[in-house]
């Protein structure tokens, strides 16, 4: 049973136990695509083969996020997360004993799998026994320990690489896994995530609202399509990027390994800049479109460069990514909070990030064939194109957001109107926009 914890120290322990396991899951996940380079040459195959492993575990991801968000609010959060972080190193180990590309695909399948027993009930455990600032706090430190997982990667796998090949890459990530579950484990045994005896509330029962109510009174189908296309340019830069680089400016594997790991580093200071706009404009969709807009932007500024300067190309993929960082800190990561109290914080978690995953592995693919057939220009445009259509979705969704904060769970009716109906009103209210009259509506 979860409780409501009102101990600071409670709460900063919880926090930082998130951040351990997020960080090594990132680190599991995520050192496919910085070896793919390596991987393609070891085994002589082309780009798009090579990115196929990515692909089906971002497939994989996607339908476990479904899967395991419903679950996610039934049973044991703490067990969820274990089973995820022991599942996903024992497939990293299995990658680096059996390098044949067809049975890699099948295992980082797997990885998919596990990885998304993380991220739903580790939401509900941070919304449901943290308070509104914790839960906040965390929410911004758990995704800046994913990108320092992924700048360590970055850093790590170049050295790894030179000296023992793309197989210690995967060697090293799975010791680390089975770590970290081991150690998540031991927390749990000791009772250390919550005591009971700090003075925490219990949590009481409550029927959970059903997802087709939520989709009818909430613009969550609107959320899904801009959280497809933030995870298009996020994870499709941060896997295409080594590549570009070296086909386009002539850098060398570990060189663009390197220079590709600016992009996460950058995305630490862009979530905090992010938090910080959110605590400001009072309203995640808001706060998104502007991101959105900022990576149009750059998008059109790479375009310009996209053969001529990898300065320019290289800060503008820095700008793209850093900005879909905040987005998805916006709408993975802080959206589902709004929804703990009916009930289906890990649901709504689940399905939210299942989309951004949807979007990765479209551009996984996607990206690298638009390159073997048209080159590389194309694909730069097509960013500029997916972070303007995200902008106009933020923009054109952000009031109705702001009412459903506003909403009490009692006023949520069994019969909702589908979200494509007028806005004129909702619970009652008019569609005017509450942060000009409550700036604190949306929270």
Known sequence: MLRKCTSEKEQGSIC???????????????NYAVCMVEIQDHLSISKSLAGLP??????????GQLICGYVGDRISPQNMIFSGLFGSALCNLLIALFPKI?????????????????????????????????????????SIASSLAT??????????????????????????????????????????????????QELPSRESVSLRTLFAQTPLLSLLAAIVLHGTLKDGIITWMPVYLSEMFGMNSAQSILSASLLPAFSVLSMM????????????????GLLFFLGTVGAWIALSAWDRSP????????????????????????????????????????????????GSALSTYGFGAVSEQFGWMPVVFL??????????????????????????????????????????????????DPLSSNGDAAR
């Open 54 to 63: 990515v692909t089906v575990s971002f497939l994989t991801y996607g339908i």
């Open 383 to 432: 960013w500029g194109v997916i972070a303007f259509a995200g902008t106009i979705l933020m923009a054109a969704r952000k009031r109705k957001w702001a009412m459903f904060c506003a909403m009490r769970p009692s006023s949520v009716s069994l019969e909702g109107k589908p979200e494509g109906s007028s806005d004129e009103t909702v619970d009652g209210q008019t569609d005017s």
């Open 151 to 200: 700048i360590s990667i970055y850093l790590l796998a170049p050295v790894w690489i030179h000296f023992s090949g793309w197989r210690l890459v995967f060697y090293a990530a799975a010791a680390a896994g089975f770590a970290a579950a081991i150690f998540w484990k031991s927390q749990n045994g000791k009772n250390k995530l919550c005591t009971g005896q700090c003075g925490c």
């Open 16 to 30: 930082i136990l998130c951040c351990m396991a997020y960080f090594v899951g990132c680190m599991i996940r995520y």
């Open 102 to 142: 067809e049975v890699m695909a099948v295992i980082w399948g797997f990885n998919g799998i596990f990885q998304s027993m993380l991220w739903p009930p580790m939401v509900r455990m941070m919304a449901e026994t943290l308070d509104e600032k914790w839960y906040g706090r965390s929410c911004m430190l758990v």
């Open 273 to 288: 800049a992010a938090s910080r706009l959110l605590s400001k404009m009072k309203n995640e969709l808001r706060t998104g």
């Open 311 to 358: 300065v320019v190309c290289i800060s503008m993929m820095m700008l793209i990514t850093g900005c879909m960082y905040g987005v998805n800190l916006m709408l993975v990561s802080r959206v589902p909070g709004h929804f703990a109290a009916f009930g289906n914080v890990s649901l709504v978690s689940g399905v939210l990030n299942a989309a951004t995953y949807l």
